[in-house]
């Protein structure tokens, strides 16, 4: 079993849609969550950080993380086209530990 | 743009080629990473220096050295790949130590291709 579960897609919405991307985890002791952002033909950027339970909200978007469900989730509201990207999910146990990333999720934003 | 710098972005070799991929990072940090990523697949945490050192090295086959001669840069020197070794190689760097909460900045990454 992958330690994170991330669905590849393609998801594809319309402009101004609510889109919900998740991952799934299998070891209780992650601790900090983040999200990653990765446009084509450039590297990831952190988009969102949390640590432990709980939501964050920044903008636009919303992480939310269900430590009881091992399940974390980011919500993107009035979607744009600039949105399009794909979204990586990335998990610590502690600090000092190494990032285990999700495969990713292909977000496609239509006009 | 992120800072950090990686040459070439596009490479094509042969099983038998030697050559390097180069990163540079402007930030003024202390870690340095090699990350590997290849379609529909996590990434891949090949190597992370701290101070220079080499303080992580996840079972990366011998084919591929790295080489830190400085905070700013690093190297994956390459040779006799396998055509299963063709993905998007990407350098990240870190302020502090390996790990933790520390933001990570990518690079654009080398996208190679194995022949």
């Known amino acids: 079993q992958k330690e994170v579960e991330q669905d590849p897609g393609p998801l594809s ?8 991307l998740n991952c799934t985890y299998s070891n209780s002791a992650f601790q900090y969550f983040m999200w990653y952002r990765q446009y084509s033909r450039k590297g990831p ?11 964050k909200e920044d903008g636009r978007f919303t992480a ?40 990713g999720t292909e977000l496609s934003v239509k006009p | ?18 050559k390097s991929l180069k990163c540079e990072q402007h930030l003024g940090h202390n870690a340095m990473y090699w990350y590997k ?3 529909k697949k996590p990434l891949e945490l090949m190597f992370v220096y701290s101070l220079e050192e080499r303080v992580e090295n996840n079972s990366v086959p011998s084919r591929f050295s790295p080489e830190c001669p400085n905070s700013s840069h690093l ?16 350098c990240a ?4 130590l390996p790990g933790g909460t520390d933001t990570q900045y990518f690079g654009p990454g ?3 291709t194995v022949l």
């Open chain 2, 37 to 39: 990523q290849s379609a």
């Open chain 1, 64 to 103: 939310q993380v269900d430590k009881s469900s091992k399940y974390i989730s980011l919500f993107i509201r009035d979607s744009q086209p600039s949105d399009s990207a794909t979204y990586l999910c990335a998990m610590l146990y502690n600090q000092g530990g190494k990032l285990i990333f999700g495969q």
């Open chain 2, 1 to 18: 743009e992120t800072g950090v710098t990686q040459t070439p972005r596009h490479l094509v070799m042969g099983m038998t080629n030697k």
């Open chain 2, 93 to 96: 760097s870190s302020q502090d």
């Open chain 2, 75 to 90: 190297f994956l020197h390459l040779h006799t790949l396998q055509p299963e070794d063709s993905a998007l190689y990407l």
């Open chain 1, 13 to 20: 919405v319309p402009e101004g849609a609510i889109v919900s």
């Open chain 1, 45 to 55: 950027e952190l988009l969102m950080y949390t640590y432990s339970s709980g939501n």
């Open chain 2, 110 to 112: 080398t996208r190679l």
